[in-house]
């Protein structure tokens, strides 16, 4: 039997800065399209190449750039509608994290005004669930960063999947912005955000992130735990607003300033958090190296500590690969 076959080919569509794509799991995979068109061309280009590339599948033939995948499979999904939607289109944000994969783009520029990202994309997806190509029921959407408070079209987005009953959003935030669009996701129990916070006080936030922003992250924080918790249907529907620790060598490596973030968590109301390590740009500088001590030494450490504080814990699913690993 061969892998002809990959989800992503058929169920996934990625909207990337520069392009659209089927993955956006690895730099692999085929581009789309580079927003050329106007969104009714790209709508279409996008409906005709995913048949395209399905009935290659059915043959025997993979696109070019997914030949090496290690993601491809021996079957196809029944269901060959739109699954996923990947939206990381924009780099504008309020936040200037030092670790940040776009610095290359921003410089470590940041600023609270809002700005409009690409409107052609909401345009595109209107066209797409016209022309039915969307799962509706089953549609789960990855909103990342940039920062979707500083993103003018983002109630627009959130409006046009919640009409459309979508199942799930999950917007990665830097939280400083409250946005009364996420709160409506929380109140409806149709999703969730990931705030990195990294720190458990406003000086150490300061110095991963470069704004003195933390008091107000907090806050804001605890007002979305208020809102998710207005959904009784949904069960512990208050685990959707998480607080996550990206482990920073020399900024955060140590278990005081573990044992502060997961008070303040606790303090603000959160019910979940998520610890990780700093992959973005460990992958890129230490393809090959040997995963530092510390992770799996402050790994453990949350996982003995959270349940003690009453919070669930998250381990993230890349790091926890990695670390299985044992090297970049
Ligand atoms: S085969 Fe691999 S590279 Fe190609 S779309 Fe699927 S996951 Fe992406
Ligand atoms: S919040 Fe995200 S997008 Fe913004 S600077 Fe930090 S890592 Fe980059």
């Known amino acids: 039997m061969q892998?002809?076959?990959?989800?992503?080919?058929?169920?996934?569509?990625s909207f990337h800065q520069l392009h659209v794509r089927f993955c956006t799991t690895l730099q692999l995979g085929q581009v789309i399209s580079e927003y050329k068109e106007n969104p009714v061309e790209l709508a279409n280009k996008i409906t005709d190449l995913r048949k395209s590339v399905k009935d290659g599948m059915e043959k025997g033939v993979i696109p070019e750039g997914c030949k090496d995948?290690?993601?491809?499979?021996?079957?196809?999904?029944?269901?060959?509608?739109?699954?996923?939607?990947?939206?990381?289109?924009?780099y504008h944000c309020n936040c200037g994290c030092f670790y940040c994969s776009y610095r290359d783009v921003t410089k470590g520029e940041f600023s609270d005004k809002v700005?409009?990202?690409?409107p052609v994309i909401y345009k595109t997806l209107k066209e797409l669930y016209k022309l039915n190509q969307i799962d509706k029921n089953n549609l789960h959407v990855n909103f990342g960063g940039g920062e979707l408070g500083v993103l003018k079209e983002f109630p627009k987005l959130i409006d046009l999947f919640l009409d459309n009953n979508v199942m799930n959003v999950w917007c990665e935030t830097s939280g400083?912005?409250?946005?009364?669009?996420?709160?409506?996701?929380?109140?409806?129990?149709?999703?969730?955000?990931?705030?990195?916070?990294?720190?458990?006080?406003?000086e150490t936030y300061k110095k991963i992130k470069h704004r003195d922003k933390y008091n107000q992250v907090m806050k804001n924080l605890g007002k979305y735990v208020k809102a998710a918790k207005k959904n009784k249907e949904v069960?512990?529907?208050?685990?959707?607003?998480?607080?996550?620790?990206?482990?920073?060598?020399?900024f955060n490596n140590n278990y005081e300033e573990i044992d502060k973030w997961l008070a303040e968590s606790k303090k603000y109301g959160l019910t979940q958090v998520e610890i990780s390590m700093e992959f973005c740009w460990g992958i890129q500088t230490k393809a090959g190296q040997k995963i530092e001590d510390y992770n799996y030494k402050i790994f453990d450490y949350v996982e003995r500590k959270?349940?003690?504080?009453?919070?669930?814990?998250?381990?993230?699913?890349?790091?926890?690969?990695?670390?299985?690993?044992?090297?970049?």
């Not at 700005?115 to 690409?118: L, R, T, V, Y």
């Open 3 to 13: 892998n002809n076959y990959c989800n992503f080919l058929l169920n996934c569509i």
């Open 69 to 90: 995948c290690i993601y491809r499979k021996t079957e196809a999904e029944e269901n060959d509608k739109i699954k996923r939607i990947d939206l990381y289109y924009w």
């Open 115 to 118: 700005k409009e990202g690409n």
């Open 176 to 202: 400083i912005r409250y946005s009364k669009a996420v709160e409506k996701l929380l109140r409806r129990g149709k999703g969730g955000i990931t705030a990195a916070v990294c720190s458990g006080c406003k």
């Open 235 to 250: 069960f512990n529907n208050s685990d959707k607003v998480v607080s996550k620790f990206i482990i920073l060598n020399g």
């Open 306 to 328: 959270a349940p003690e504080m009453g919070l669930k814990l998250r381990k993230n699913e890349t790091s926890m690969a990695l670390m299985e690993k044992g090297v970049y």
